[in-house]
């Protein structure tokens, strides 16, 4: 993230509003005429669409034309945090009808400091200037699952994370377009890994992988919800297999399968507690995502790890 796609301003008493400029400013171009990026350059289009935000009832002019170019960073420079504020609820009420829509509260400072920790991606990031690099971004990312909530927030916060992992993305096909020029088949072997990652992350569900994954590991499916249903509620199950029911599941254990995966829970559940590990379900389905990440690696990408 770039320090103007969100933005914290503090207030007395420690809490901090964090306003997402970078939502408001897609909403824009998305409302105006299908995302014409021209119209924050033109000062008449801008009073067209959003006098109300520039005028009081009176006609009297509340903000200038930069007071909002500076607000929603196409401008150097600042404004007030009152007048950021109220911007940022006239966007919601007109954008959305809430005013609060792109305003987050925060009271915790330490996810401040984490916030301003990863404001930069590439500050966050280990390098990815090589081979071993790219594939320790690939695993850093997967990793992040059960501190991100299911990639929901930027890691031990509670501030959205979509653009976040977005831009994490973006390093690593960056990483991979410089390490890969004139060889398209290191190109296209380490695209693929990372398409496969970016579908699950944006797939917000378990298991979420694509095919491919659940072939290489099998285990992964054991943590669909399909299992859960089956084993607590089997009429319900039978319902929805035999179509009788509005819900669907994309595969149908036999009680063979559901006997494989209770077995495989009864294992690890005995060894976290031999161990006193006390990982979280999240936990381990994020172990079983790094043992397939690293059956994927040495599958598709042997040739050039023992170079």
């Given amino acids: 993230m770039t320090n103007n796609k969100q933005r914290i301003y503090n207030f007395p008493h420690d809490t901090y509003t964090l306003v997402d400029i970078e939502k408001i400013n897609l909403d824009l171009e998305n409302k105006m005429h299908g995302g014409r990026k021209d119209i924050f350059e033109n000062m008449t289009t801008l009073h067209q669409y959003f006098a109300e935000i520039y005028t009081d009832s009176s006609g009297n002019e509340i903000y200038s ?15 007030s945090h009152k007048k950021a504020m109220t911007l940022a609820n006239e966007f919601g009420l007109i954008l959305k009808n809430d ?17 301003q920790k990863v404001s930069d991606i590439r500050n966050y990031l280990e390098p990815m200037d090589s081979l071993e690099g790219i594939l320790t971004g690939f695993r850093d990312i997967l990793l992040k699952l059960e ?6 927030y930027i890691p031990n916060t509670t501030l959205d994370g979509f653009a976040f992992f977005g831009e994490w993305i973006c390093e690593l096909n960056r990483a991979i377009f410089k390490l890969t020029l004139g060889n398209l088949e290191l190109k296209t072997k380490l695209m693929t890994i990372l398409e ?6 944006r797939q917000y569900e378990v298991p979420g992988v694509v095919e491919r994954w659940l072939e290489i590991n099998p285990s992964l499916a054991y943590y669909d919800v399909v299992y859960q249903i089956m084993d607590e509620h089997p009429q319900l199950y ?49 172990n079983e995502l790094e043992k397939t990440l690293n059956l994927i690696i040495d599958h598709d990408l042997i040739d050039y790890l023992h170079k």
């Fill in 65 to 79: 034309y930069d007071d909002i170019r500076r607000f929603l960073g196409r401008k150097k420079g600042g404004i």
């Fill in 99 to 115: 005013e609060t829509f792109y305003m987050t509260d925060i009271e915790d400072v330490l996810q401040i400091l984490t916030y």
């Fill in 147 to 152: 501190s991100s909530q299911h990639f929901n």
């Fill in 196 to 201: 496969e990652i970016e579908f699950f992350i």
């Fill in 238 to 286: 039978e319902k929805i297999r035999t179509k009788h029911h509005s819900l669907s599941f994309s595969f149908y254990p036999s009680k063979k399968d559901l006997i494989n995966r209770n077995q495989y829970f009864e294992s690890i559940n005995k060894n976290n507690t031999k161990k006193n590990l006390q990982y979280s379900q999240q936990r381990l389905f994020q």
